[in-house]
Nanobody
């Protein structure tokens, strides 16, 4: 269901914006988190936004990354600025997704990863 996109190759100091969305109008994204996993490393929580908009970031991305939600587009974004080679990883979104037809939420839904590569 969840679709993550926006990854790519950028130079040190560059920017990218990742998107996490659910196609169609019958599902709604609620609480959402972005994770990343570099080769040989554990998956790491990068940023999260609660249903009411509260945000939280891992220390290494504070003041560089911004997580936000566009309810009209049913999309959560991760704006990544001042990217560093250490940010290179596959980025995944994880969200609670509500089926508006029945009012039930499926927690812990994962999107496919999107590769972010920052060259030095």
């Amino acid at each position: 269901q969840l679709q993550a996109s926006g990854g790519g190759l950028v130079q040190d100091g560059g920017s990218l914006r990742l998107s996490c969305t659910v196609p169609g109008k019958i599902f709604r994204i609620d609480s959402t988190a972005w994770y990343r996993q570099a080769p040989g490393k554990r998956r790491e929580l990068v940023a999260q936004i609660s249903r009411d908009g509260a945000t939280n970031y891992v220390e290494s991305v504070k003041d560089r990354f911004i997580i936000s939600r566009d309810r009209a587009e049913n999309t959560v974004y991760l704006q990544m600025n001042s990217l560093r080679p250490g940010d290179s990883a596959v980025y995944y979104c994880n969200a609670d997704v509500m089926d508006l037809r029945v009012g039930l939420t499926r927690s812990d839904s994962w999107g496919q990863g999107t590769q972010v590569t920052v060259s030095s």
